[in-house]
Structure formats: C-alpha cells, structure tokens
C-alpha cells in the first residue's frame, strides 16, 4: 500500500506571543514545528505499512524551512518525503493548499506509483479550519473519512476506518483510493529512531517539487487562488489581572476570601447572582 | 524499510551536541574522520541552560574566528559581586581593561558551534537519545539507541553533568547530591536601550553580576545577572545536597521558584527590569565545582570523556566557567585522539594522552587552584556571614545618625552582631586560604 499523509509546518502557537498594543501576534524567532495533530496520521499510516507492507511519503506544501519538520517524519520511519515549495504557493488559503496537495498526490502515483491512501490530521493548531482532508478528497474525487481512530483492510481495495462519536464507534468500509483525517491524539505516535534519522540526513530522501514541476495554473496556487477574505480579526481583549496575592490560614479561609472577592465585584457579581438564584 | 546505504558504522561517534561534543566532532571532522554526533534534543542548544558568561580565549584556539562569526551578544566590560543582606546591599564594580568574555544564549552558542562540526563534515543526528555505550571485552565498540545498534572505533562521551550513560558504564559513581547545584533561571525581555541605560553600558558592552546572601536562604550558591543584547538573564544557583537538608528540616521556607521571584522583585534590583516582561524561565543542574566531580578516569579502550561529564566546572561563587573548559577538554579529545590513530588506534595507552594533556591544560590547573574557593563558599561562615558581616558594617559606617564610628570599630561592632568573633574568622579564614 502506498500511503501519503499530510504535514503541515506550523509555527508553535504556545510561544507566539500576542502584542496588546498593536492587536498583532509577535511570531519572530517563534520555532516551526510539525502541526501536533498529524503525528496521529503519521502513525496510522506506518502502522499501516508496517502491517501490510508498502510505503509511506510524508507531503507538505512550505517554504524549505520545513524540511526539518520532513526529517522528523522519516526519523520516524516514513519512506520518502515530497515537499512541495515555491513562492507561487505562499499565502494559500486551504482552498488553494488542498489544490497544491492534490495535484502532488496525482504526480506522485504518476511518478513514484499508485497512491492508495492519503492521511490527514484533525486541523491545525495555527488555524484550526479542518478543511484540507476533505478538500483534497474532493479534488481527487476520493471517497472521505474523518474523525478516525483506526483502520484496517478489510477485502480487496476495502478499507474499514473506525470513527468514534459522541455516543457510538462507527465503522466505515471505504474503497480505495481514499482519504482519511485522523482525530486529536487517536493514536500515540512513535519516538525518532537513530537508523531512521540517520537515513533521513544521509540520504536526504526528500523529493522537491516547485511549480516548474507541477505546473500548476498560478491563478489556482497562492494568495491569488485563495477566494477566502479575512475581513476582520478582532482580538480578545486582554483581562488586566489584579495580581493580588493572599496568604490564606486554611481551606476555609481561602474558600471564603475567594468568595467575598467575587461578591463584592461589580463586573462579577451580577452574573454570580443571576446564575445562582436568578437574581436580575 | 530499507536501509540501504546507511553505514552501521563511523570512525566516532559524539554523544551530545553541547559545546564540549561540538568542539570535539568540528576538530575530528576537520582533521578527516568520519564522525556522527546524536543529540537528543530537537536540533543542538535546544536542551541547554547557564548563566550567561563565557571566556573567549580557549574558544578562540578552536575557531580563530569566534570574534567575527560567532552569535556574540555584548563583551563584559564590567564584572559587578554584591553581597546582600535584609534590604542592604554592598557592590563592587569592576571596569575591565580588555575584552576576555562575552555574554550570549548558550542555545544559540552550541547551535553555532554543531553547525560549524557540520560544515566541516560531522553528521549531526538530533531528536534521539543514546541508552547505552556498549562495550565487548572491556572495550567501547560503540551506542546502542532503542533498538538501534551504532559501532564506532572510538566514542567521545559528552554528555553533560546529568552523566547517565557513564554510570551504566561503571566509570562515574552514581550523584551525590553534595556535588551538584541547581541552577534556575530566567529571561527579562528589558530592551536594549533600558539595559544600556540603566547600567551605564554602551552598546555592545555587557555586564557580569554575581550575588551572594540572604538570596539563598542560607543556602550555598548565589545569584546572577546577565546581560544581553536585549533581554536580562536572571538567575540562582543552589547546593542541591544541603538545600535538600534544609527542605527536610523545615529550614526553608521558601520553593526554589519563590526564591527567584524574591529575587526579582527585590527593591534594589528589580528597578533594572521594572515594567519588563518575563519571556522564558528553565532549570539545570550543574556541578557544585572543584574536582570531586570528576571520574576517576578520563578515558578508557575505545573511549574519552569530555565537558561537564568529565567534571571540568569551576563555580568559585563569584564566577562560573564551564563553556571553555568543555570546549577546551573537546580540543584536547580530538588532539589525542589524531594522535592515538597516527600510533596504531584508540587503545586504552593511547588514549591515557588525553588525562595526560588535560593535566597538563589551564583548565586542570584552574580547577586544582581554586578548589579551596570551592570549598570555602560551602562554608557558612563566608557565603552567609561575609554578607551580613560587609552590609552589617558600611550601615554601620553610613547609616550613624550623629556619630560616625571609626571603620575598625564598625567592622567590629557587625562582627559582634554576626556573634563571630575577627579572630575566629581570620584564623578560619588563613586556615582555607593556606589549603588554597
Ligand atoms: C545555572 C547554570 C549557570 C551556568 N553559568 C555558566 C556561565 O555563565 N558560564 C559558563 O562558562 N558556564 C556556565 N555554566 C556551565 C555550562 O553550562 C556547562 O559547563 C557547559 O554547558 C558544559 O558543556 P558540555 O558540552 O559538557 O555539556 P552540555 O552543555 O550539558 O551538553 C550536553 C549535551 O548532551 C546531550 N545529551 C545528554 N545525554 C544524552 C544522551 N544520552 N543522548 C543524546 N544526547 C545527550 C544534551 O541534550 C546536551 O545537548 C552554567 C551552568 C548552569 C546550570
């Protein structure tokens, strides 16, 4: 089996840090690392290479900056990395990263060989949208799954992905060619291995393609194949903290000072009183 | 998978991407072995924490172009020691006459030095961690991670203080706690005019600042300030072994972390970073210092030791120095080993070059000469009397308010308070003075 998953190089949110005097977030000398909800979709697709044999190619639409993030993946023990980067690509929103990422998919069976699967994660931790596992199935016109916590053949070309509700496991039969998209920590994903790494570094098996090799119709790719408008951000605005600290004697003590902050504010009181016994 | 072409074996093989491996696998590399540096951090630097003060001359001798290239923040023109005690504080300020150390991130540092091992050749394998050297008939033959076996002609282990790869070798004792410091830290983004400004440097020029007193509690160790090019690193440094004790006996009152935060919101330094920010806080451990650290061998058939693995820290409380002598130590490493390959390979004989040259080093010397200094600022009598003592008798001296006392009679009136008598002092004080 042939599978492709999905990896987005995404700034690390929990360090960008957000200026309150110009609304904006502060993202320089912020690291990049590999998006945490792929590692789910990373891990099913070894696991399901290791389990039927095959290969796994780690993709991803990025400026060269995330080959370390590819490293990572085939440290892991994915066979070959596709990175997909030019400056025809930037500013994409998931419409035009999803067209990015299908048409790589397409060349890779052209080229490589047939791809059976392609593996998303759940959403970004950068934008949260949870778009691309279905705009690439769409594109390629593949059957889709999301939400999954595992999968395996089931018959010839027959998949079964598990899907975990609410209430209820439900279970897909899916032919192949098709797409998943993992759900948040589904499964735990595997350390770096010293062979793999290693490999990764000397061999360096990470294929580069930029436009000139997917030739792709710059009006579809980038900021100019993006149809979405961000019109507005309006940022939370920030809480000024009151930074009181009291030494309380007990439990009690705290419980009842905690209280009595509460009761005796004037932005707080009225919902606390409104929540608690209806009180307008 | 298949993996085809990828060697099962290196000529060395480099545990640890810090400044003692790095120096070490750039000079092999350089010199036309095949070497393979495995860091378990996610790229080199990413696992390191210090103060903030490192000497450039032994790094110079490495990389002639340290002063040019390397990620360089502010030279220390002024080394400031304050001994502190209830709201007094004593400083002296030191105004260097020439450059001789730089203050900078040790992340970025030991990313400067990897890559510079990288370009020369080194293959640098990050986000794996070594569990074992493994050895066969008493020789090194090369690593084991995981499931995954590395063979080597010769490891360089350098690994850092936390030396648990030794341990499972035999060839360090399990920590004692009395030998070791823990050091916790934190960067205050200032901004580079507010730092210039508040502590009258220029740019470019850094400043060192050690603290001894009541900042500990009562623990052996002290504080630093550094600065660099924007941000102020704030930190302490304790004895683990006696901040242990006091902890069990109820002594402390305060959590490390608390103790850090009194610091930095103490009124005579906190207006240096008044209005900043707090960007970043970490812990490490490091080496109390002095030369009980150290293995009882440096090498052995098919392995050298090198860094704060091989016990090369000096933490004299007024200064700490381990960046160049692990730099140092990974120079001399890589000397010996050269030399062991020309003599028929890296047998244990052979390698006996390398204590041999370590012995011989600046930073062996360093680390005889100042193990009395060690030894003295574990004694309370200095780390907690000298403050009281020094603040006890300049509030004496300028705090009268009619009568000034003479000095003598002030230092004898704080001598007093401190119930310590001149005598016993200076006689405790000759006493480690004449074992120094
Ligand atoms: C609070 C504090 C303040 C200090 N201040 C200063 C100062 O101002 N100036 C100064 O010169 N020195 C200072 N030092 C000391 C200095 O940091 C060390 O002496 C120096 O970093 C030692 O270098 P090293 O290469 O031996 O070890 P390290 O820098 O510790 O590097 C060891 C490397 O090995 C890696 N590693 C460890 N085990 C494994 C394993 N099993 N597998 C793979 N990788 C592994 C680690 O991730 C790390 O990257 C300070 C230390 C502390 C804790």
Known sequence: MRIVVGIKWVPNTQAVRFDPKTGTLIRAGVPSIVNPHDFPAIELALRLRDNYGGEVIAISMAPPGAIQGLEHVLGMGADKAVLLTDRKFAGADTLATSYVLAKGIEKISREIGPVD????????????????????????????????????LVGDGVIRALRQTEKAVEEYDIKLPAVLATAIKALKPRPVRLSYKLRAKLEKPIIIWTNDDLGLDPRCTGLKGSPTIVANITWMPEVPRKKIVYKPKDPRDAARWILRQLFTDEAVAPFLRKALWGEE | MSNSNVPSKFDVVVVGAGPAGSSAAYLLAKAGFKVLIVERGRGAGTKELYGGKIYAPPLREVWPNLDKEAPIHRWVTTERLSFVWKGRVTTLDFKLGRRVAFTTYLTEMAKWMADKAVEAGAVLVDEVRVDEIITEGGKVIGIRSGPDKLYADIVVDAEGVNRILLEKLGLAEKINPDTVALGVKEVINVGKKAIEERLLLTENEGMAWLLMGDITQGIPGGGFIYTMKDTIALGLVL????????????ALKDTVPMMLEKLRVHPYFSRIWRDADVLEYGAHMTIEGG??????????????????????????????????????????????????????????????????????????????????????????????KLPAIVNGMMGKLFEADYEEPTVLEALLESFREEEMSLTRFLLKMFSVVSRL
């Open chain 1, 117 to 152: 699967l392609a593996i998303f994660g759940h959403e970004t931790i950068d934008s949260s949208t949870a778009h691309i596992g279905a705009q690439v199935a769409s594109w390629l016109g593949w059957p889709y799954v999301y939400y999954v916590r595992d999968a395996k």
């Open chain 2, 239 to 250: 004895h683990i072994g006696k901040a242990y004790e006091a902890a069990k006996s109820g």
């Open chain 2, 291 to 384: 030369l009980r650290y150290m293995p009882k061998k440096l090498y052995m058939n098919g392995l050298v030791v090198v860094g704060d693995a091989a016990g090369l820290l000096l933490n004299t409380g007024y200064t700490i120095r381990g960046v160049d002598f692990a730099v140092y130590s990974g120079k001399l490493a890589a000397e010996a080993i050269i030399k062991a390959f020309e003599n028929g390979g890296p047998t244990e004989e052979n390698l006996s070059l390398y204590e041999h040259m370590l012995k011989q080093s600046f930073v062996y010397k360093e680390l005889v000469k100042h193990s009395g200094i060690v030894k003295m600022m574990e004694d309370p009598t200095f780390f907690t």
